[in-house]
């Protein structure tokens, strides 16, 4: 295969593995936070946010609440960030957000509690969970840029997908930490300090994260665009791309964190299973999502990214209720329970295999990092940070245990209308008047030949 520009302009393969050793790290670290957080919400309620005589289920609901607003900060880092990105470079806005990430991820592990500071310790809480979402916000466009942007003609589907592949890594480390923890500590014992350990691990993982981020080279995208080129877009376009952005990933987001993310909590307190139960389910289900991501992604690339998402989120439609079922059937075996998990994971994967190259595809250079960042926050901010907050409400306040799957479902089925609608970018002149080769977007839906 002929190198094209951009390969012979980053020397070869080298510097594409590196892009995706550099862009991934990060979003391992946030979503082992964002994973470890969700396992040990029940306990983070009880230190931070049940004060002595405080309901357990208020309790868990103010947690949500902060992990919700966590969320909703997405969005300003994205705009932030990806701002930066798209004007001074990639690598620099990486190396401040990965920064800004490990800090604030240790300060959680050696704050104070209620019971030592009050009131305030929330407060301080929900502090440090604002500045995760704000650089949060700007990881994803920055990451998912540098992946795409270095990949090799016709394998963007693969390269993306390592974000996605990374951020099942993440959940899975903190799901692996947090059961280490549950077999090695007495309740107590969790309860007192244990909690804090996952936390405090995020330092040594950011230092080796920020190593690899201060060897990235810029992307060859940028440095042939170059610093300041971020030229004004119609922002009817860049707003509408932003929007159908949205909601072509709202039921990744939403089936994601239903499923792997709040699992354990609502485990716990719908169904009643026990701490280990809990983790071993989201384990299984973190598994399953592993498990199919890079494939989706390879597959994206022969195939298109469109009908590789909407059969992940046809999946979803069809199998939340009757998995979720399974899974609260006593008279099932622990087997098939196991397979319902695993299966709920795997068809997320579809979803989030293909979608960061999606959204890469939509938008051209010189606007990619805050409008794919944006898409990807505002729908993580409603679908994602609002899932438990509005699975634990919904279901308290209804008494049925079938929210999660209608909630994942519903989502899914607006996803795959926005898939099929056409984006702003399509035709749209680029750089000394053409379109780049992949700005285009819905690139992946294209018969791609290299």
Known sequence: MELNHEDRATGGRRPSVRALAAGSVGNFIEWYEFGVYGYFATV???????????GTVEGLVKT????ALA??????????????GDR???RPVLILVISLMTVTTALIGALPTYATVGVLAPWLLTLLRVLQGLSAGGEFGGAVAVMTEFAPPGKRG???AWQSFTVALGLLGGAGVAAVLASVLTEAELSAWGWRVPFLLALPMGVGALWLRLRLDETPRFREQGPGAAEALPARQVAWAIALGAGRVMGWAAAGYAFLVVLPSYLQTALHATFREALTATVLANLGFAATIIPAGLLSDRIGRRPVMLTGGGLVVVLAVPLLDILQSGSTSTLLKGLAVLLAGAVVGLMAGPGPALLAEMFPTRVRCTGLGLAYALSNAVFSGCAGLIITEAVKRTGNVDVPA???AAACAVSMLALFKSTAFNGTAGKAGRT???????VG???RRH
């Open 44 to 54: 983070i309620a009880e230190r931070f946010f049940t004060p002595a005589g405080g």
């Open 64 to 67: 949500y609440a902060s992990f």
């Open 71 to 84: 969320f909703f900060f997405r969005p300003v880092g994205a705009a932030l960030f990806g701002r930066l």
């Open 88 to 90: 001074i470079g990639r």
């Open 158 to 160: 693969l390269y993306g």
């Open 406 to 408: 209608y909630y994942a």
């Open 436 to 442: 780049d080769a992949g700005d285009r977007s819905d």
């Open 445 to 447: 839906d294209v018969v």
